[in-house]
C-alpha cells in the first residue's frame, strides 16, 4: 500500500504563491506518474498536472494553470511538489495529490490519493 500525504496548503491573497508537496510512502511505490487535482465546492475534480516520475518531465498541465503552475518532483524523497505563482480566486479548491498510470490519471482513476489540502485565495 501506498499513501499520500499532501501538505503546504493555506489561506492567501491574489497575486501570492504556494507551494504544495506530495510525500509518498508505503511499500514498494512505483508508480510511473504522479499528478495534482483540485475540486472546488460544487465543481467536479480538475485534473492540474501530471508528472513523470523516472523522468522528471511535466506530462500534462491544465490550460487553466499553464504558465503560472509548475509540477516537479524529488526522487530520493519521493515527493512531488506543485508550486502555484500568480494565484488567482478562481485556484481555491481542495487540491489533491494522486499516484499511478498516467492514462488513469486522466481517467480520474489513480492508483492512489492523498487526503487533500485547502488552498484558498482571497481578492
Known amino acids: 500500500q501506498v499513501q499520500l500525504v499532501e501538505s503546504g496548503g493555506g489561506l492567501v491573497q491574489a497575486g501570492d504563491s504556494l507551494r504544495l508537496s506530495c510525500a509518498a510512502s508505503g511499500r514498494a511505490f512505483s508508480s510511473s506518474a504522479m499528478g495534482w487535482f483540485r475540486q472546488a465546492p460544487g465543481r467536479e475534480r480538475e485534473f492540474v498536472a501530471a508528472?513523470?516520475?523516472?523522468?522528471?518531465?511535466?506530462?500534462y498541465l491544465a490550460d487553466s494553470v499553464k504558465g503560472r503552475f509548475t509540477i516537479s518532483r524529488e526522487n530520493a524523497k519521493k515527493t512531488v511538489y506543485l508550486q502555484m505563482n500568480s494565484l488567482k480566486p478562481e485556484d481555491t479548491a481542495v487540491y489533491y495529490c494522486?499516484?499511478?498510470?498516467?492514462?488513469?490519471?486522466?481517467?480520474?482513476?489513480?492508483?492512489?490519493w492523498g487526503q487533500g489540502t485547502q488552498v484558498t485565495v482571497s481578492s
Open positions: 494522486a499516484a499511478g498510470f498516467y492514462s488513469d490519471l486522466r481517467r480520474r482513476r489513480p492508483d492512489y
Open positions: 508528472i513523470g516520475w523516472s523522468s522528471g518531465i511535466t506530462i
